[in-house]
C-alpha cells in the first residue's frame, strides 16, 4: 500500500539557522520557509536525489510540536512521510485493521497542497507515520 518516502521532518527550535546548516554546512537546496498555519508549524524543504527533508519549527500557539521540542531541545526526527495511491482507501484500511488516525480522521491539506493523514506512533513502533496523497 505505501509507496515512495516522501520526506523525512525534523522538528528544529529555530528555523533559520538549522536552513543555515543545511544551506552552508550540509550544502543543500533549501526552500524558502513557508508558514502552515492550519498545521501550527513553519516548514522548508530540502530537496535531496531521492527524497525530501522538511525542516519543522512551532507556529502560534499549541503548535503540535512544541511538546516534542520541550523534550528535544535540540530537536529530532519528528515522523516520515509516505505516499499513497488513495488517502481514502488507505485510512479505511488501517482503520479496519486497528490502527488510530490523529485527528478528526478526514485528511488536511499539506505542505505540498496535497490531502495528508497522520497515524499515532504507538501504532507504528514509536513512529509518526504521515500519508500522503501521491
Ligand atoms: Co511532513
Redesign the pocket.
Given at each position: 500500500m505505501i509507496g515512495r518516502l516522501?520526506?523525512v521532518?525534523i522538528a528544529v527550535p529555530d528555523l533559520a539557522a538549522a536552513s543555515d546548516l543545511y544551506r552552508k554546512t550540509l550544502g543543500a537546496d533549501v526552500s524558502a520557509p513557508e508558514a502552515l498555519d492550519e498545521h501550527g508549524v513553519t516548514?522548508v524543504f530540502i530537496t535531496l536525489p531521492n527524497t525530501k527533508i522538511?525542516l519543522?519549527e512551532p507556529l502560534g500557539e499549541g503548535s503540535p510540536i512544541a511538546r516534542f521540542l520541550e523534550k528535544n531541545p535540540d530537536g529530532g526526527v519528528?515522523?516520515v512521510?509516505y505516499e499513497v495511491d488513495d488517502i481514502i482507501a488507505a485510512r479505511d484500511r488501517l482503520l479496519d485493521s486497528g490502527a488510530r488516525v490523529l485527528g478528526s480522521g478526514e485528511p488536511k491539506i499539506?505542505?505540498h497542497g496535497k490531502p495528508?493523514l497522520f497515524l499515532h506512533p504507538k501504532d507504528f513502533n514509536g513512529t509518526l507515520i504521515?500519508l500522503?496523497q501521491a
Open positions: 516522501n520526506h521532518a516548514v522538511e519543522l519528528h515522523h512521510c499539506g505542505a495528508v504521515e500522503e
